[in-house]
C-alpha cells in the first residue's frame, strides 16, 4: 500500500522558516516525480512546487519562488519542503503528493494526510 | 496560464439525484483533465485521469467526459458519501486547480 506521511508544520512568526518532511513508502519512490499542495483554511487547493525523479528539476508556483526550496533524498525515500520567510497567507494544510504517470507527470495519486503550517505572530 | 473555471460554487441535492459538475478551461487541454473528490478532514482523492478514465477503486457511478475546453463530472446516482468537494485539475507548464464545487445536502 502506498503510504505519504508527513511532518513537521506546526505555528511559527511571519518571517521564519520550516522545514517539511514527507516520508514515502509502498512505491518505488525513484520512479515518481513528487509534489507539495497546500490548502489554506476553509479554501481550494494550490500547487505549491514539484520535483522530478532524480531530484534534479524543481518547479514552484509563483507565490513562493525564491522562499521555498523542494529537495528529496532517494535513499531514504523522503521529500522535503523548506519553507523561508513565511508570510500569513502561507498558512495551510500542506499535501505531499505522489505524481502519475512517470512518463506525464500530471495527476496527483494518492495525497498524504497533511500536516498544518501557520504563520502567525 | 491556464485557469480552469468550475460551476456551480454549491449544488444542494438529495440522495439518489444525478448530479453534473462542470469545469471550464481558459484554452483548450485536449482530454489532460483530472477530478478529485474532498471530504472534511481529508485529503483529496483521485476519482478520473484523461478526463474519461475512473481511477482505481472508484466506483461506477462516477464519470468524467469532455474535451478541449469543456468536461463534465457526473454523478448517476448520488450516495451520502458523496457529498463532498470536487476539484478539476490540468497540468500544462505548472499543476492547475479549479476553485471547486461543493456537494451538499438538500
Known amino acids: 500500500e502506498v503510504q505519504l506521511l508527513e511532518s513537521g508544520g506546526g505555528l511559527v512568526q511571519p518571517g521564519g522558516s520550516l522545514r517539511l518532511s514527507c516520508a514515502a513508502s509502498?512505491?518505488?519512490?525513484?520512479?515518481?516525480?513528487m509534489s507539495w499542495v497546500r490548502q489554506a483554511p476553509g479554501k481550494g487547493l494550490e500547487w505549491v512546487s514539484t520535483?522530478?525523479?532524480?531530484?534534479?528539476?524543481?518547479y514552484y508556483a509563483d507565490s513562493v519562488k525564491g522562499r521555498f526550496t523542494i529537495s528529496r533524498d532517494n535513499s531514504k525515500n523522503t521529500l522535503w519542503l523548506q519553507m523561508n520567510s513565511l508570510r500569513a497567507e502561507d498558512t495551510a494544510v500542506y499535501y505531499c503528493?505522489?505524481?502519475?504517470?512517470?512518463?506525464?507527470?500530471?495527476?496527483?495519486?494518492?495525497w498524504g494526510q497533511g500536516t498544518l503550517v501557520t504563520v502567525s505572530s | 496560464e491556464i485557469v480552469l473555471t468550475q460551476s456551480p460554487a454549491t449544488l444542494s441535492l438529495s440522495p439518489g439525484e444525478r448530479v453534473t459538475l462542470s469545469c471550464r478551461a481558459s484554452?483548450?487541454?485536449?482530454?489532460?483533465l483530472a477530478w478529485y473528490q474532498q471530504k472534511p478532514g481529508q485529503p483529496p482523492r483521485l476519482l478520473i485521469y484523461?478526463?474519461?478514465n475512473r481511477a482505481t477503486g472508484i466506483p461506477a457511478r462516477f464519470s468524467g467526459s469532455g474535451s478541449g475546453t469543456d468536461f463534465t463530472l457526473t454523478i448517476s446516482s448520488l450516495e451520502a458519501e458523496d457529498f463532498a468537494v470536487y476539484y478539476c485539475q490540468h497540468r500544462s507548464n505548472w499543476w492547475t486547480f479549479g476553485q471547486g464545487t461543493k456537494v451538499e445536502i438538500k
Open positions: 509502498g512505491f518505488t519512490f525513484t520512479t515518481y516525480a
Open positions: 484554452q483548450s487541454v485536449s482530454s489532460y
Open positions: 484523461d478526463a474519461s
Open positions: 503528493a505522489k505524481l502519475v504517470t512517470p512518463s506525464t507527470s500530471r495527476w496527483f495519486d494518492p
Open positions: 520535483i522530478s525523479q532524480d531530484g534534479a528539476t524543481p
